[in-house]
């Protein structure tokens, strides 16, 4: 896989967007206890690597990816992904793209992100704050417990 923050960002949204209304539209026909375990996988890889971040949705005419934040104690925010600094964005759409690529490639499992896997990440930390870098491998470890991480960095950080 390669990780281009912007173009798998947006290809992840669109993802996350039909997934959602295609849930919507089950639970309007079957009851609102009808979720699709492949969306609920990535809202809760997101929520683990992101621990800022909850309830992950659309929202809006045209959709928007749409979160609650609530940094470090502060009060709780509805924010669109476009207000969102670039090291969030960065993170949301790390996890969205590889739990929604394990969801895509492990649809029979009640959690995706519990598949095994290798994953490449070159120059990890290349446009991530220093606080993000300090961050990242223990939410990716947290978020996908069974995959193999094999990551390059030049930080001193890591």
């Known amino acids: 896989m390669a990780f ?13 967007e039909d ?13 609102a206890n009808s979720i699709d375990h492949r969306l609920a996988a990535v809202r809760a ?3 683990k690597l992101v621990p800022e971040v909850s309830d992950l949705r659309m929202l ?15 009060e709780t925010r509805l924010l669109t992904a476009g207000q969102l600094s670039s090291g969030f964005r960065t993170m949301v759409a790390l996890a969205m793209d590889l739990a929604r ?4 490639l492990n649809p029979h499992l009640p959690d995706p992100t519990q598949s095994p896997g290798i ?17 990242v491998i223990k939410g990716l470890l947290e978020a996908f417990p069974n995959v193999q991480f094999v990551m390059t960095t030049h930080s001193p950080r890591f």
């Open 60 to 74: 809006g005419r045209p959709p928007q990816l749409a979160m609650n934040l609530r940094p470090d104690d502060q």
């Open 119 to 135: 994953v490449l990440i070159d120059e990890i930390a290349l446009h991530l704050h220093p606080r993000w870098q300090q961050l």
């Open 101 to 104: 690529r394990m969801a895509d």
């Open 45 to 47: 890889a997101v929520e």
């Open 19 to 31: 997934a959602e209304n295609a849930e919507l539209r089950d639970q309007r026909e079957h009851g």
């Open 4 to 16: 281009g923050a912007r173009v798998y960002f947006d290809e992840a949204v669109a993802w996350f």
